[in-house]
């Protein structure tokens, strides 16, 4: 029987169901042949014409189910015939589902030629009723566009294809989520493609009408959108272009002015993104209007995050207005645009203790941080003003109030300037707080030296202030850091559990850039509270000594410095301390293994580590066993830091510097001493290790045999 009797035989039964056997027929006939796709679609072209819902729904299953596992072998005109033959299909709410579902496959065919893919999207745009289509056929549009779109842009471009009108048609009114969600990826993507600039508010129109966007997920989703990826979705959007500006902006505003809650803070999220897209140009006419919108929710607002959000938008809009402008005339639309708003800000400073200067303060490091022209203005009109203000004699919370609106200016000043934390981030600009140096480190210092022990509040404003000043990039000289390290050291010696949370934090900065200056100060500081022989009392908070040395000495410059200083004190407590407080003994070996560990990527820390680590350790490990004279106290525990230090060290170097270790080890030994060969001598050790009673004596001799075994070979030290 041939095709045609079969298929006319399947279409005047009542199944509708595609018998396998039939479809078998098929494919056969369709591989055999190579006009057989097409000769199959003139076939259901005739059937088609029978105009009987339940043949057009017959055409395009038969179709769909022949073309899912023969599209490798589709070229170029059998995909053309099939895109031919669904115009029909896509017409027709009841077929056009399956007429997707091909088009979704011919669209990643392996020979689909560009022409085809220009065909495909006419087709879809010209016979797709979108708002008719289920869910899951709109979404499956979306994709056959936004992959037609990613791969073939310039021909689409190129082509007579209306390809924005087209698309915003099928975009229009959508409302499914899973949908939107590529719908405005291709929103996206289109705008980077394509020239929109005769389509600009059609665009928009289309997009903005979304806004603000919410999504509550049904009990038991399965899908995980979110609300909060919806709206990032559609904020990149509004951004995606900045011939979006002039119709968004003013839009935006209202919406942030009118709006309560939730869509307040989107609109805000959203100006906060848009605008440095959109340009001073764009930003400069609603400047006014948007500033007084942002600091009402800064200066009335109860929901700190509703703050910070304000907070954040100020800062871009105040950068951008930095932007697009000549370098010559840069300052004169920022000090323009911003004067207002300061003139706002310093006369809430007037009382810096009430909460609206804190807000106030709060505008201002935004403003500050933004730009260099921001920056100077804000500096010009604040520093005066609370210079003037600040007295020492003045009630505490006042003078902490103008402390912490000071230190307000000094991060902000950081996060522009850059900071001496980041080497990586240079900028040409130097901070106007230069202008005002003196006057700031008058106030802070003289704060930290005239606070007293119960002004805790007013000393803690004072640290974070200093903490700023130090991490800021060419702002203090060494001399001035030297002196306020000099200070720090001293009341971290004197008000360590009050402040060190404080205090480490800054030193911790000096320790890095400058850690000469801690070798100076800090550190003699803290070894003197170790026991030594001038002064052999341990004192109740050695581990807090320990802890802040190993803090500060974390680094390879750092620990270069104190290194001696803690071996000192371990062959102190090794010899004086261990047998009666063991505790301490072990603290100082743990602090000399955690900042070796950390820093002995060091080239010279670790050749410290092979020329005098080991060789003492293993020096002490051998007294201990073999003399009866004084000698280092050992247990264990010390052993095993040893041996972890020993360890790190070896991990640490090449196979030939551990082979010239041993072999140095072995040179520096006197065997004199030990009055018999090293034979002998490991004979020895083994009838010690059987016969001794104590377990430290026995450690240690059998890690020191199990290591000299380790390097002997053919009767030879290796």
């Known amino acids: ?5 079969l298929l006319k035989n399947w279409f005047m039964s009542e199944k509708s169901d595609l018998e396998p056997s039939l479809l078998a027929y098929v494919l056969l006939f369709t591989t055999k042949n190579v006009t057989g796709l097409i000769i199959i679609m003139e076939h259901l072209t005739t059937f088609w014409n029978e105009d009987e819902a339940r043949n057009k729904a017959k055409c395009t299953e038969l179709l769909a189910q022949v073309v899912l596992p023969s599209q490798s072998d589709l070229d170029s005109k059998s995909v053309q015939a099939i895109i031919s033959f669904l115009t029909r299909g896509l017409k027709d709410v009841t077929t056009a589902g399956r007429s997707i579902d091909i088009l979704s496959i011919l669209i990643n065919a392996e020979h689909i030629q560009r022409t085809d893919v220009i065909l495909l999207c006419d087709a879809i745009f010209k016979n797709v009723q979108m708002k008719k289509l289920p ?14 779109l990613e791969k073939y842009s310039l021909e689409l471009q190129a082509s007579k294809v209306n390809f924005i009108e087209g698309f915003i048609d099928c975009m229009d009114g959508e409302k499914d989520p899973r949908n939107l969600l590529i719908a405005f990826h291709l929103f996206r993507t289109l705008i980077d493609k ?4 005769q389509h600009v508010e059609e665009l928009f129109d289309v997009v903005f009408c979304y806004f603000p966007i919410s999504f509550t997920a049904p009990a038991g989703d399965i899908l995980g959108i979110t609300s909060s990826e919806l709206k990032e979705s559609l904020r990149r959007c509004f951004a995606a272009t900045p011939y979006f500006g002039y119709f968004a902006t003013p839009l935006l505003i209202e919406k942030l002015m009118k709006s309560t809650g939730t869509a307040k803070k989107d609109a805000m999220e959203t100006i906060s993104l848009c605008t440095p897209a959109y340009g001073a140009n764009v930003i400069l006419p609603h400047v006014d209007e948007l500033f007084k919108a942002l600091v009402k929710e800064v200066y009335q607002g109860t929901d700190i995050t509703t703050v910070n959000i304000a907070l954040n938008t100020i800062y871009h809009v105040v950068a951008t207005l930095a932007t697009g402008v000549s370098i010559a005339n840069i300052r004169d639309p920022v000090e323009k645009s911003i004067g207002s708003l300061l003139d706002q ?7 810096p203790e009430l909460k609206n200067a804190r807000s106030a303060s709060h505008i201002l490091r935004a403003v500050a941080s933004a730009s260099d022209p921001a920056c100077t203005s804000v500096t010009h009109a604040v520093l005066p003003v609370l210079y003037e203000k600040y007295s020492p004699r003045d009630p505490i919370i006042r003078q902490k109030a103008i402390l912490d609106i000071l230190t307000e200016l000094l991060t902000a000043s950081k996060n522009l300037y850059g900071s001496i934390e980041n080497l990586e981030y240079d900028r040409d600009f130097q901070t106007p707080l230069l202008i005002y140096k003196q006057q700031i480190m008058q106030i802070f210092v003289l704060s930290l030296i005239e606070s007293s022990a119960e002004d805790a509040s007013l000393m803690e404003s004072c640290l974070r202030g200093i903490h700023e000043m130090i991490s800021m990039k060419q702002f203090l000289n060494n001399g001035e850091i030297d002196i306020t390290v000099n200070h720090l050291s001293r ?7 009050q402040l060190k949370s404080l205090i480490l934090p800054t030193l911790k900065i000096v320790a890095k850039a400058y850690p000469t200056i801690l070798r100076k100060h800090t550190f003699p500081m803290l070894f003197h509270l170790l026991p030594s022989e001038a002064t052999p009392v341990i004192s109740d908070n050695y581990k807090e000594v320990l802890e802040m040395i190993e803090i500060l000495g974390l680094y390879p410059a750092t620990f270069k410095i104190i290194v001696a200083s803690l071996m000192e004190n371990l062959n102190y407590a090794c010899y004086s301390i261990g047998v009666y407080n063991s505790e301490y003994v072990h603290a100082i070996a743990h602090t000399i293994l955690h900042l070796y560990k950390s820093t002995s990527a060091d080239k010279e820390i670790l050749q410290y580590g092979i020329k005098s680590l080991i060789p003492l350790f293993m020096k002490k490990c051998i007294e201990y066993s073999t003399t009866s004279d004084k000698h280092w106290y050992l247990d264990i525990d010390l052993l095993n830091i040893f041996s972890m230090i020993i360890a790190v060290t070896v991990r640490q170097s090449r196979t030939s510097e551990q082979e010239e270790a041993v072999n140095d080890l072995f040179r520096q030994l006197d065997y004199s001493t030990l009055l018999i060969s090293p034979r002998t001598f490991l004979l020895e050790i083994l009838k010690t290790i059987q016969n001794t009673t104590s377990d430290n004596k026995r450690a240690s001799l059998t890690k020191l045999f199990a290591t000299i075994i380790n390097k002997w070979a053919d009767g030879k030290y290796q």
Do not use: H, P, Y
């Open 1 to 5: 029987m041939d095709i045609l009797q």
């Open 135 to 148: 869910q899951n056929s709109r979404w499956k549009v979306f994709n056959i566009l936004d992959t037609a």
């Open 194 to 197: 394509f020239d929109i600039s």
């Open 345 to 351: 800000c310093v006369d809430k400073l007037s009382e």
């Open 491 to 497: 009341l971290l010696i004197d008000r360590g559990n």
